[in-house]
C-alpha cells in the first residue's frame, strides 16, 4: 500500500478507520486487480483468512500520489450480475485515467476489524518463505501488489516486509466495482482535509455530499 488517489496513505487510513467505525467493523479496500481464481481456493482452506499490509519499498508513482484526474466508484456488480450501490458512507476512489484510457475495471477487497486499524510497525515477514496460492508453488514476485499466498517452511532468507496493518477478510471477500463518475478536484481536496480531527457522523455528512454532487443518489 501506499498513495493513491492522491490521497496520502496516512490520509487513506485515517479515512478507513472513519468507514470502518460507521460499518459496524466493515470496511472496503481498493486494489486494481481481480485475483483471479486463488480467492475460493483460499476460502476452502481457512474459514478467517487474514489480510496483510505493507507499505511499498518503492516510493509512490506520481500517477498514483498526484494523478490527473480521480474517480469516486459508486457501485459494485453483486452475485448475480446486477449493479448495486455502495454503502452510503463507503468512499473508494482511484486515478481515472489509465495508459489504455479512461479506468473501467476496479476491485475492493471487503475487510473487517474489531480494533481501531492505524500503521503500526515491528513486524516482519520474510517474502521468501510465501508462495502463491494456486501457482504451483510460485515464489511471489516483487511486482505483484496483491497477491492470494500461504506461508512455507522454507529456510530460505529474502527481502524482509514489514506488515504495518492487518485485518479479516469477510464475505463475498472481493466485489467488483461499478459506475465511475469524475470527482471535482474541489472535493478531492475536501477529502483530504476531512482526515484529521473528524468523527465518523462528520464523514458520513462528507461522503453523502460529495455522492450528491457527482450524480449518486
Not at 110 to 132: A, K
Request: glycine share 8%; with cysteine; hydrophobic share 35%.
Amino acid at each position: 500500500m501506499q498513495a493513491e488517489s492522491g490521497q496520502e496513505l496516512g490520509t487513506i487510513i485515517l479515512h478507513k478507520e472513519l468507514e470502518r467505525e460507521l460499518g459496524s467493523g466493515r470496511f472496503y479496500w481498493g486494489i486494481g486487480n481481480a485475483l483471479g481464481p486463488s480467492l475460493p481456493v483460499l476460502v476452502n482452506k481457512t474459514k478467517h483468512p487474514e489480510i496483510l499490509f505493507s507499505i511499498m519499498k518503492s516510493r509512490p508513482k506520481t500517477i498514483d500520489s498526484n494523478p490527473n484526474a480521480v474517480s469516486l466508484w459508486s457501485e459494485y456488480i453483486d452475485e448475480s450480475g446486477h449493479p448495486r450501490p455502495l454503502p452510503e458512507y463507503v468512499l473508494i476512489l482511484s486515478r481515472a485515467i489509465t495508459k489504455s484510457g479512461m479506468k473501467k475495471r476496479s476491485y475492493a477487497l471487503v475487510c473487517h476489524s474489531d480494533i481501531t486499524i492505524s500503521l503500526s510497525h515491528g513486524t516482519h515477514i520474510d517474502i521468501s518463505h510465501l508462495r502463491n496460492l494456486s501457482g504451483q508453488g510460485r515464489k511471489v514476485g516483487f511486482s505483484q501488489v496483491t497477491a492470494i499466498v500461504e506461508h512455507t517452511s522454507s529456510v530460505d532468507r529474502g527481502i524482509s516486509y514489514e506488515i504495518n496493518l492487518r485485518a479479516l477478510l469477510k464475505p463475498p471477500y472481493l466485489i467488483k466495482l461499478a459506475h465511475p463518475v469524475r470527482l471535482s478536484g474541489n472535493d478531492l481536496e475536501l477529502i483530504k482535509a476531512t482526515a484529521n480531527n473528524s468523527t465518523a457522523t462528520e464523514w458520513l455528512k462528507l461522503v453523502k455530499e460529495i455522492k450528491s454532487r457527482c450524480g449518486v443518489l
